[in-house]
């Protein structure tokens, strides 16, 4: 890890979360389009809320989605995305430093991490770790480096043992690491869950998929394209 992205991240840990607390793409473009109307209004507000920051009915009591960046950023930047997934890894090493730097940093932008879960029991596994490793405040560190090591679809690398070592390099408690992951599969295996279906009842069909104060983006887009939009609703934020 170089000097600068080493006071970047620890620059960045007051202002983290996680753990308790959309086929391939295309790089399709799927505007999000704006209905009049007061019952389309109640159907957008409730939109909002599933797509934000806090879990839905369906979620396990106690659930929040692993966040980064200031709670009050006037920009909301949901993420979903699977361990496995080729275009994920693409968006995760090529695009999300960057974007961390110029938006998270400078308090701008909060990201919102949810799990489509859609490869197999590796992404399970990683998943529910990733989760563990939340509940020690490093859930980003840990996905970073699960994307990082990632080889393919069911590949055989993220053994128990290999994730294992992944929170023992990161300086986890590996105790309650190890109890967290035997324990609590099935409180995070219902959270991936509803965040599948939360997905799916908002048109997200694959992964990566992203939403950008409710703007749809569907891949691993340029990293200027997410610029673009992030820009956008900046300025769509300061006229309100």
């Given at each position: 890890?170089?000097?600068?992205?080493?006071?970047?991240?620890?620059?960045?840990q007051?202002?983290r979360?996680?753990?308790?607390?959309?086929s391939?793409?295309?790089?399709?473009?799927?505007?999000y389009?704006?209905?009049?109307?007061?019952?389309?209004?109640?159907?957008?507000?409730?939109?909002?809320?599933?797509?934000?920051?806090?879990?839905s009915?369906?979620?396990?009591?106690?659930?929040?989605?692993?966040?980064?960046?200031?709670?009050?950023?006037?920009?909301e930047?949901?993420m979903?995305?699977?361990?496995?997934?080729?275009?994920?890894?693409?968006?995760?090493?090529?695009?999300?430093?960057t974007?961390?730097e110029?938006?998270v940093?400078?308090?701008?932008?909060?990201?919102?991490?949810?799990?489509?879960?859609?490869?197999?029991?590796?992404?399970t596994?990683?998943?529910?770790?990733?989760?563990?490793?939340?509940?020690q405040?490093?859930?980003?560190?840990?996905?970073?480096?699960?994307?990082q090591?990632?080889?393919?679809?069911?590949?055989?690398?993220?053994?128990?043992?290999?994730?294992?070592?992944?929170?023992?390099?990161?300086?986890?408690?590996?105790?309650?690491?190890?109890?967290?992951?035997?324990?609590?599969?099935?409180?995070?295996?219902?959270?991936?869950?509803?965040?599948?279906?939360?997905?799916?009842?908002?048109?997200?069909?694959?992964?990566p998929?992203?939403?950008?104060?409710?703007?749809?983006?569907?891949?691993?887009?340029?990293?200027?394209?997410?610029e673009?939009?992030?820009?956008?609703?900046l300025?769509?934020?300061?006229?309100q």
């Amino acid at each position: 890890m170089t000097k600068k992205r080493s006071q970047r991240r620890q620059a960045r840990q007051g202002r983290r979360g996680g753990g308790r607390q959309p086929s391939s793409t295309t790089g399709k473009l799927v505007p999000y389009f704006l209905l009049g109307g007061i019952g389309v209004a109640i159907v957008a507000a409730l939109f909002f809320i599933t797509a934000g920051g806090g879990g839905s009915s369906a979620h396990p009591a106690g659930y929040e989605p692993p966040t980064l960046g200031a709670a009050d950023a006037p920009v909301e930047f949901v993420m979903w995305e699977d361990f496995q997934c080729p275009f994920c890894k693409r968006f995760e090493t090529e695009t999300l430093p960057t974007l961390e730097e110029k938006f998270v940093d400078t308090g701008q932008v909060k990201f919102v991490w949810r799990n489509f879960q859609r490869y197999g029991s590796e992404s399970t596994d990683a998943g529910i770790a990733s989760y563990c490793a939340g509940e020690q405040g490093q859930f980003w560190e840990f996905k970073h480096v699960v994307y990082q090591n990632q080889q393919g679809i069911q590949a055989g690398i993220f053994t128990e043992d290999n994730l294992r070592k992944y929170a023992i390099d990161l300086g986890l408690d590996i105790g309650a690491y190890e109890d967290c992951f035997a324990n609590k599969g099935a409180f995070y295996l219902e959270a991936m869950q509803a965040d599948k279906d939360m997905a799916q009842s908002q048109g997200v069909n694959g992964t990566p998929a992203f939403f950008i104060n409710g703007e749809f983006i569907s891949g691993a887009q340029p990293t200027s394209t997410f610029e673009a939009f992030i820009s956008n609703a900046l300025n769509e934020a300061r006229q309100q």
